[in-house]
């Protein structure tokens, strides 16, 4: 499986931005999605996440209530809607897919697949 992140960008602070993973075949099913995000200086973090069985969502505490994670299943991308965006948000953004159990849905080693990361900027 490859994935393809996209639609990062430059953004000021209140503004939006909607980030795709497109996944090369059909992950719906087999996979659980997460985005994650590396600030600079600072280790890779979890954003959010979509398990694969029942489509149950968790977010960071520092996103929810502003970021919505979803999947189009037909098209094999899922996206990451942010909304509100504050200076803190400024990341390289990273999708990753797995047959990644909820209680292991924060750690990093737990994903089997990464996409190359889209850089998010907000400006203050």
């Known amino acids: 499986v490859q994935l393809q992140a996209s639609g990062g960008g430059l953004v000021q602070a209140g503004g939006s931005l909607r980030l795709s993973c497109q996944a090369s075949?059909?992950?719906?099913?087999?996979?659980?999605m997460g985005w994650f995000r590396q600030a600079p200086g600072k280790e890779r973090e979890f954003v959010a996440f979509i398990r694969r069985s029942n489509g149950a969502r968790d977010y960071a505490d520092s996103v929810k209530g502003r970021f919505t994670l979803s999947r189009d299943n037909a098209k094999n991308t899922a996206y990451l809607q942010m909304n509100s965006l504050k200076p803190e948000d400024t990341a390289v953004y990273y999708c990753?897919?797995?047959?990644?159990?909820?209680?292991?849905?924060?750690?990093?080693?737990?994903?089997?697949?990464w996409g190359q990361g889209t850089l998010v900027t907000v400006s203050s």
């Open positions: 990753a897919a797995g047959r990644t159990i909820w209680g292991l849905r924060k750690n990093l080693g737990s994903y089997d697949y």
């Open positions: 075949e059909h992950t719906s099913i087999d996979y659980s």
